[in-house]
Every structure is written in structure tokens, then in C-alpha cells.
């Protein structure tokens, strides 16, 4: 079992970056399938990008080219670079860790067992 913390968000301009962080405890999340989700009030949770357990990506296509998941095996944290923000990315941000490789429908937010508290992005324009 795994335990996930974010860290990381803040309240920023439109067009400057961001980096969120996601420390795992408990287990190596080299075997986890993870993903980052989002969720703006009164919006359901939509997934923005997930890292498989070989490293390979995927991005939702709202976030692509402008955010980076990525993440250090060694410090058992995984990280989204968000560059270029804009006022719609303002939302609370999760991580996601399901101990299987990551499947078609990445972004199911059912499909995956642990999550972290969150921990928001507030983009002013």
C-alpha cells in the first residue's frame, strides 16, 4: 500500500510555471501506474497526464506541450512541470498510483486505489 502527498501548488499569473510534487511512502512507486488528475468546482475530476511504470507518458490534450510529468525513482516522488498557465488550469491537483501498468483509459479516475489530498492551483489572469 501506498501513501501519496502533493506539495507544491500556489497562486500564480497566467503564463508562469509551476512544479508539483508527489512523495510516496510505503512502496517504491517504480511498479505504480501514475497519474495526475484535477478538478475545478462545480467540475468532475479529469485527468492531465500519467507516467507508466517504464517511464513512458501520455498527456491530456488541454495540457500537452505545456505540462511534464516526470519522476525520480530514488526519491520516490513524481512531479508535473507546468509551464504556460492559464487561468482554465486553476484546480485542485491530485496524484493517482494503481499497482498495475498503466491501462487504455488512463484517465478513470475509478480505476486507480490511492490518492493524495491535493493541493491547489490557482491561476490569475
Known amino acids: 500500500q501506498v501513501q501519496l502527498a502533493e506539495s507544491g501548488g500556489g497562486s500564480v499569473q497566467a503564463g508562469e510555471s509551476v512544479r508539483l510534487s508527489c512523495a510516496a511512502s510505503?512502496?517504491?512507486?517504480?511498479?505504480?501506474?501514475m497519474a495526475w488528475f484535477r478538478q475545478a468546482p462545480g467540475k468532475e475530476r479529469e485527468g492531465v497526464a500519467g507516467i507508466d511504470r517504464d517511464g513512458s507518458t501520455r498527456y491530456a490534450d488541454s495540457v500537452k506541450g505545456r505540462f511534464t510529468a516526470s519522476k525520480d525513482n530514488t526519491k520516490n516522488t513524481l512531479y508535473l512541470q507546468m509551464n504556460s498557465l492559464k487561468p482554465e488550469d486553476t484546480a485542485m491537483y491530485y496524484c493517482a498510483a494503481e499497482a498495475l501498468s498503466c491501462p487504455g483509459l488512463l484517465y478513470d479516475a475509478t480505476w486507480y486505489t490511492y490518492w493524495g489530498q491535493g493541493t491547489q492551483v490557482t491561476v490569475s489572469s
Open positions: 510505503g512502496h517504491t512507486i517504480n511498479t505504480y501506474c
